[in-house]
Each structure stands twice: as C-alpha cells, then as structure tokens.
C-alpha cells in the first residue's frame, strides 16, 4: 500500500494527516508544537500516527512538512551571521532601501534593520550595465583577507553575493560563487541572479541575504529531520512545501530556503482551492485560524491568487513599507496575528486588545495548565462554551475551565470593569472584528466583493469564529470540511512537486520576433526542469505555464499576463489584447495607441498533483449511533447570553442531515459553531454547508 503522510508545524499545534492511497482514507493527529526543537514533535507525532494506522513508519512512502521555521527565524533574528558582496559603491542600499516613507506623518519612523550588518558587506571592484554587457572586469583584490576576517571575529556562516545588473548578466556573480566555494567551502553562499534574477536591486538583494541568513538554521533544522524519520525506519521520499504551493526535495530547499516563507499556511489554500472544485465554488475565501495567527486567501476561478512579493517583519502589521521586501513566488495571503493563543490585555488607552502576541505552545493558555496564567482566546471560548474541557483534541487532552476563568477575571475584567462572561465576549469579538478589518482592507486592495463568495474555514480555531466573521463581511456561505483542525496538513498531500522561475528581461513587444520569443520561454522552462530532474522527475512528467508582466512604455508598474498558449506565433498575437483585457479590470480603462514591452517572464514547472479528483474519508473511532451527543451553556448574544445548546458528533453526521443554529459541532480537533438562525446541512463529501442567517436573509 502507498501512504503519505503530511505534516504542519503551527505555533502552537503540529498537525498530522496520514493518507491511504488505496482506501483513500485519512488517519489523523494533533499535537503541541515543542517551540525549542519543532522536530522532536515531528518525530514523536509520526510515531504515534503511524502506531494509531496500524502501520511502520517503514511503510510510509512519502513524508511532506509544512513549518514556519524560516518566518521565524528572520522576525525573531535568530539566523546566522551573514556577509553580503557589493558592487563598489553600492554597500549602503540596504539601508537607503526605497526612500519612502509608509506614513507620511510619524516623525519617528521605524524601519527592520537589514540582516546583514554594514561592516560585513564588503565591496567590489566590477560593472555590469542595464543589457548585460561588462563594462568593467571583475577584481578580487583582498577579498579572501577580509573575508577570512569575518569567519574569524563575526562567525559568518553564509555569504550574499549581490551584484549590480546581475539578472542581466550573471557571469560575475558566478565567478565570486565559485570562488568562494574553492577559499571557504563551509560557507553557505546564496548568488541575487540565483535567488531570484529580478532587476530591481534592493528587492532582489534582500532577498539574497535572508536566503543566506537562515541557510544554516534550515540545514541544520532539515539534518535532524531526516535523522529522525531514517531512526524510525522510514525510507520514503521527504518532500517541503514553498510558499508557492508546490513542494521542493531537502536539496532545493536548502538552495532556496526563502522561498519556505510561507510553507505552512500555503498547504491550507491549496486544500480549499480543491474544495473550490469539488463543490463547484468558483470564488473562495480560505480562511485558517490556529493557535498563532489566521490567514485569509482568495481563491478566483478555482485558482488561489498568486504574487511575486511581500513582506516580512514588518514594524507595523498593515502598513505597506514597513518590512523587508521579499521577491519568491507566494500565494497571496493576507496574516495577522490573532489566534487561540493571543493575549489579551487592556492597551494605553484602556480598551481591549487581543493579539498579536501569543502564548504558544509553552506555556500556552491558562486553561492547559501548563504555567500559563494571562488571558488568551483559548481561555474565551472555553468560558463561552464553545469548547468543552473534557472533549479538547478528541478527549486526549482536558481543559481547566476555572484557570481560564481566573485569568480572564485578573487580566482584563477586572482591569476594565467586567464580569467574566463579558470580558470572554469582549475577547472573542475582538478578534473577529480584527479578522474582518484585515479581510475587508485586503479585499479592497485586490477588488474582491466578499458577498459573491463562499468561505472555507479551517484550523483549530477557524470553525468556532468562521461563521461570525462571515456575518461582518456579508458572506452568506461557509464550508467547513471535515477535518477541519487538520487541513492544512490534508493540503501538503495534494502539492505536486514544482519550481518557478521568473527572469527580468526588457523587450518591447513590436521587436519581440517569434525566434526570439521561444528562445527565452525555452530557456526558462529548460532552468526549471532541470531542477526538478534533481526531484527525480522527467519532463514527460512536467506541465509548464507561462505567465509574462507587461506595461505601457514608460510606466513604472506591471501587469501580469498569463500565456494562452506557448506557441510563439499565436501567443505573440494575443498578447496585446490580454494586456488590456487584464489592464482594464485593475484601471477600468485602457490605451490602444501606446506601445507595450514585457518587463518579467515568469514559469511554472510542476509535476502531477497527487490524488487530484478523488474523494477521501476520515478514519476515526467507531461512530456513535446518534449525532446529538448533548447539551451544554454556551454564549450567544443575538439570544439574550448563556442558551442550552445542542452539542453534535461530527462523525455521526451522515449525508442530508441538517443541524440548525445555535448548535456546536465537535470533531477531534476542532469545534464548529452555528450562531443563532445559522442552518448547516451535511453534503456527500461530509461537510458542512453553513447558510449563515443574516446574510440569508
């Protein structure tokens, strides 16, 4: 039999999926992320799921990890002191960065420092024009001195090499690889034309030094990884997820560990993009809430939105500016830190404030009794009554019901003039009110109209807060799968293996002859598929898409144009009109009389998407022969507080059922909430097809 098993690293939780190819069901596991060492839960996790699917983990044949190592790792500066090599005079614009301002009224802007610190960018004597040619030799003179220095005093275990022009013509940034590679091979050296052959240089060198920066972290951290599963027997394949959302070998992600930026939360879009198929629902809101942050993506026509930057550590969570720019194909998800771990206080102006700061894993929340004692959104739900302290993760972990009380009352209700049951309520609006401010701004900036969508809720914490935040965006839809807690790790299943590359290159489209046209989208797709040869795959194998960025002459900004087809005669004739086409939805006008020119080609090479089409089941504990498991208090508002509210078995519900609202719906490892006149009716894939009763009506 063929197994796979996926794995999720979250900040507070890892989540397990193994799947069964030939019965097509899931077996699944939930268990507290170990923030000193994320692999020691890895390890212990696959054990016991493999333990609980009656199988070896010798018979696994593929492991898939999603993780937030890399994210991590640059927020909290916890990588590996780095060098950086400059073209002369070019040592500073890392500081210079773009010149704006995010906010043009704060006299005391905040900007992150650069990763690399300037006494260790050393610089260089070449030259590199805008079209590539050399206008100035390449000069090592004193290089290896003051590179040996480095190692010496700073401990610099990786080096940056960031040339002018270098996307343009990367022969000498070849030349200092190489070179560095025969005077230091114990160094990690990351080429910008390598990382990411983009022609603007700040972007593209930042981009290079946190590829060099967390080089050694995801080496050392993917070392004993793969130690741990070959200690356990396991002789499979052990694949990475990108924030593309394909999966890279250890290998590529050891090359291009930036682009593992945002590995985990991409697995969890690309399960609701599936779910956009199945259940015929073009336009998509995935939304996944965990024990740290919740993430929003839209997903268009089935497909998830994609880009080609973002941010990372930012001074400020909504202002665009104030991070360090990142240039990797990403999906385009929107992250704000708010999830079942977030602390809860009263700010400086004594309002109440939830987030971003979480409690984690250790100690998280009071009521886990592990030595947390401030207020979380754990401890609120559990006050509220959507989650139950006997049933948490299936019953294998219970919850203390009065801790979480007691911390709630010390930690704001008292500080604000409360009692308990309105702070609880107070933390668990605040947070959905976040949520839906974040959505709303990202909506707005992409054009999406949330009425004309459906959401898909998952993780441990998206079930219990989908359907109020649904309301405040007019969503009138919600699905929430089966499995829900677990989704993300459902996701890392479904990922081909697949690599991008994208290329800066000028060309005005009246010159672009069609030889030349398949010279440069042959040559891209040749880069591509040869490091997924390195995957093991062949090109009989591999699907290529095309995508290109164009602009008017003379314009500052692009619009991405997806390919109809790759033969150059005929793409070459549809491009202007798909231009305007794409032009016009984001400007609503366009120009017929201005000259186009291509600035970016961008492919994507990925190999077949595993288990696409078929259905798949959850294999749990024998079912209960009734769905109605009880009744318990929760908290409703829209009913006047506290109700008696039903409490169903999410695994006894069967095909056609229908639960109306106020009710939760408990599975392992997540607990569903249907708010007062909320009416879900069970589908033939076994999820919840949520009507949601304001936007109903």
Known sequence: MFHRIGVDIGGTFTDFALFDDHTREIVTHKALTTPADPAQAVIAGIEVLTQRAGIRPADVAMVVHGTTLVTNAIIERK?????????RGFRDVLDIAMESRY???????????????????????????????????????????????????????????????????PEHEQRLARW???????????????????????ARWTTACLNAYVQPAVDDYLRRLEDGLAGLGFRGNFLIMSSSGSTLTPDIARRYPVRMLESGPAAGVLMSARHSVDLALPHILSFDMGGTTAKGCTIRDHAPLKRYDFEVARVHEFKRGSGLPVKIPVLDMIEIGSGGGSLAQPDDRGMLAVGPRSAGADPGPACYGRGGGRPTLTDANLVLGYLDS?????????????????????????????????????????????????FRVHASERGVDYRRCSMV?????????????????????????????????????????????????????????????????????????????????Q???CEAAVKVDMRYVGQGYEVEVPLRALAAAEALAALPGDFEREYRAIFGLAFDDRPLEIVAWKVDVHGPTPGAGKPYRLKHAQRSPESLRGHRQAYFPDAGGYVRCAVYDRYALKPGDVVEGPALVEEAESTCVLGVGDRASVDERLNLVIDVAEVRA
Not at 185 to 200: E, I, K
């Open 79 to 87: 990588g590996a002191p780095t060098a950086m090599i400059v073209t």
């Open 103 to 169: 906010d043009l009224f704060d006299l005391r802007l905040r900007f992150p420092s650069p990763v690399v610190a300037r006494e260790l960018r050393f610089e260089v004597d070449e030259r590199v024009k805008w079209d590539g040619s050399v206008s100035e030799r390449l000069e090592l003179d004193g290089l290896r001195d003051r590179m040996a220095m480095a190692i010496e005093q700073h401990g610099v275990r990786s080096v940056a090499v960031c040339l002018l022009h270098s996307y343009a013509n």
């Open 180 to 202: 560095l590679a025969e005077q230091f091979p114990r160094l990690n050296v990351s080429s910008s034309a390598d990382v990411f052959p983009f022609m603007r240089e700040y």
């Open 390 to 438: 006997s049933s948490f993760l299936g019953g294998t972990m219970s919850l203390d019901r009065a801790a979480a009380a007691a911390a709630i009352e010390q930690g704001v209700a008292r500080p604000l003039g409360l009692d308990v049951d309105k702070a609880a309520w107070g933390i668990h609006e605040v947070i959905n009110e976040d949520v839906a401010k974040a």
């Open 457 to 537: 809720v998952f993780g441990g914490s998206g079930p219990i807060h989908g359907t109020r935040i649904a309301r405040k965006l007019r969503i009138p839809r919600v699905v929430c799968p089966s499995g829900a807690g677990v989704m993300s790790a459902f996701g890392l299943l479904t990922s081909p293996i697949g690599f991008e590359r994208v290329q800066s290159l000028r060309v005005a489209l009246e010159l672009l002859t069609p030889d030349r046209f398949t010279t440069i989208v042959d040559a891209l797709i040749a880069q591509a598929r040869a490091t997924l040869r390195e995957a093991g795959l």
């Open 539 to 541: 090109d009989d194998e």
